[in-house]
């Protein structure tokens, strides 16, 4: 999947139905969620909210398209209950997790540059 596009237009266009003006309406709309999604993880919190945040941000990355992202918050949801070292997994889990806003938000913007 490495080579993959961030965002997979195709699905995206499907879901807008080739509207550019709706398509870019949802992409700043994730942009905009992707953030405030990030925002709301903590390695530390509970099982509860660790799984809400992970949830949403897995259904918003997937109804764009941005499976990586997706799979991501899918392996995520799964670092509940009694875990070895579930903090430190967390934190790595995080660190990627931002890493790959960071560049679907790019390929977002880009997206609707064009």
């Known amino acids: 999947m490495d080579n ?3 965002i997979d237009t195709d699905h995206l266009d499907k879901y807008v139905m080739g509207d550019t003006s709706l398509r870019d309406e949802v992409l700043t709309i994730f942009n905009d969620q992707a953030v405030v999604l990030e ?4 390695d530390a919190q509970s099982d509860e909210d ?4 992970a949830h949403a941000l897995k259904g918003a990355s997937r109804g764009i398209g941005a499976w990586a ?16 070292d579930k903090t430190e997994k967390r934190a790595a889990l995080l660190k990627k997790i931002s890493d ?3 560049a679907t ?4 913007e880009v997206l609707c540059a064009s």
Do not use: H, M, N, Y
């Open 100 to 102: 790959q806003i960071k």
């Open 50 to 53: 660790w799984t809400e945040a």
């Open 69 to 84: 992202l997706g799979d991501l918050c899918d392996d995520a949801e799964s670092l509940i209950g009694v875990i070895s």
């Open 4 to 6: 993959a596009p961030l």
């Open 105 to 108: 938000r790019t390929a977002s």
């Open 39 to 42: 925002q709301q993880f903590s």
